[in-house]
């Protein structure tokens, strides 16, 4: 089969965008990044409706990914996360929210540097997720 038959025409046709405005949505393709930096919040990028990528993956044949909330890369605790610095986000955010593990720290130049892993709501999604089993 060929691999360029199963890629959407543009964003708006790819089962990893959610359209947000008329002609606007985020691109939920990759799982967020760790980073050196602590309590930081995931954010996905926007992209036109007539945007896009090699990476995509046609809404018809949407079979990969997972909502946060279902996936075994997601950390939460009862309390969600309460943060120091809140960053660009309420309070009321970082209680629904827990840790993004996708990703492994990548390395840096300077030695010593803590790595962290990005926060994100139970309602988010990304293309790398791994649902979790169900329950018999």
């Known amino acids: 089969?060929?691999?360029?038959?199963?890629?959407?025409?543009?964003?708006?046709?790819?089962?990893l965008w959610r359209k947000l405005r008329d002609s606007e949505g985020v691109c939920y393709r990759w799982a967020p990044e760790a980073t050196?930096?602590?309590?930081?919040?995931?954010?996905?990028?926007?992209?036109?409706?007539?945007?896009g990528c090699g990476d995509g993956?046609?809404?018809?044949?949407?079979s990969i990914g997972a909502f946060c909330a279902n996936c075994v890369h997601w950390r939460r605790s009862e309390r969600g996360l309460n943060p120091v610095n809140r960053g660009d986000m309420p309070m009321s955010w970082w209680a629904r929210a827990g840790h993004c593990t996708r990703h492994a720290p990548r390395?840096?130049?300077?030695p010593g540097p803590r790595g962290f892993w990005p926060a994100t709501l139970d309602v988010d999604f990304c293309g790398e997720g791994a649902p979790r089993k169900s329950e018999p």
């Open 1 to 15: 089969m060929n691999d360029t038959a199963e890629r959407p025409e543009n964003c708006g046709a790819c089962a």
């Open 57 to 62: 993956v046609a809404a018809a044949r949407f």
């Open 107 to 110: 390395s840096v130049r300077e």
């Open 36 to 51: 050196t930096r602590p309590e930081t919040a995931a954010h996905w990028p926007l992209t036109h409706g007539t945007d």
